[in-house]
T-cell receptor, first 113, second 111 residues
Framework: NAGVTQTPKFRVLKTGQSMTLLCAQD?????MYWYRQDPGMGLRLIHY???????AKGEVPDGYNVSRLKKQNFLLGLESAAPSQTSVYFC????????????FGPGTRLTVT | GQQLNQSPQSMFIQEGEDVSMNCTSS?????WLWYKQDPGEGPVLLIA?????ELTSNGRLTAQFGITRKDSFLNISASIPSDVGIYFC???????????FGKGTRLSVIA
């Protein structure tokens, strides 16, 4: 039982390049989330999903797209990376019902030059 | 949107001291969660609170759900060096709404 895993751990992009971050969970969780963490800003929600095939915008969705084609995976895409998207990205998941405890992955550190 | 005010922003304490931090909101929440983040890692859940007035412990950690439902407190007793990290509070109104996070309290422990 690996919990929540994220791929890759680190990435450097040039401005305008695209990439996809992968989040996978093996806990059969319904809800999945993508956050970004910047110094002094805490965790800010980018997009989330309440089930396979669904997505919704969070607090800072601009410049990002997401897809949840399979229950266990939640993909975060950057179509045209900008330096302002330099951040640490965390994925999280939780059961859809019952306890609202949310579990985080180890993070992806992205630098856009 | 909803915001959580977490204080203090940072604190330096001597090993063995007790620590208190809190989180306040302008609106009510029905769930409060406390997380700890070690450097280079993702946040790890410490304590979950589901009922106003609830007091829950996890080892040396004790958290309380304020009776107004607009605040929560975390205490750490007899701090040790491995308590170093950033502590986040998070509130949730209902199961369908995302968590709202505070900006964190950065704890440093001086041996």
């Amino acid at each position: 039982n690996a919990g929540v895993t994220q791929t890759p751990k680190f990435r450097v992009l040039k401005t305008g390049q695209s990439m996809t971050l992968l989040c996978a969970q093996d806990m059969n969780h319904e809800y999945m989330y993508w956050y970004r963490q910047d110094p002094g800003m805490g965790l800010r929600l980018i997009h989330y999903s309440v089930g396979e095939g669904t997505t919704a915008k969070g607090e800072v969705p601009d410049g990002y797209n997401v897809s949840r084609l399979k229950k266990q995976n939640f993909l975060l895409g950057l179509e045209s990376a900008a330096p302002s998207q330099t951040s640490v990205y965390f994925c999280a998941s939780r059961l859809g019902t019952g306890p609202y405890e949310q579990y985080f992955g180890p993070g992806t550190r992205l630098t856009v030059t | 949107g909803q915001q959580l005010n977490q204080s203090p922003q940072s604190m330096f304490i001597q090993e063995g001291e007790d620590v208190s931090m809190n989180c306040t909101s302008s609106s009510i929440f029905n769930t409060w969660l406390w997380y700890k983040q070690d450097p280079g890692e993702g946040p790890v859940l410490l304590i979950a609170l589901y009922k106003a007035g609830e007091l829950t412990s996890n080892g040396r950690l004790t958290a309380q759900f304020g009776i107004t439902r607009k605040d929560s407190f975390l205490n750490i007793s007899a701090s040790i060096p491995s308590d170093v990290g950033i502590y986040f509070c998070a509130g949730q109104l209902s199961g369908n709404t995302p968590l709202v996070f505070g900006k964190g309290t950065r704890l440093s422990v001086i041996a």
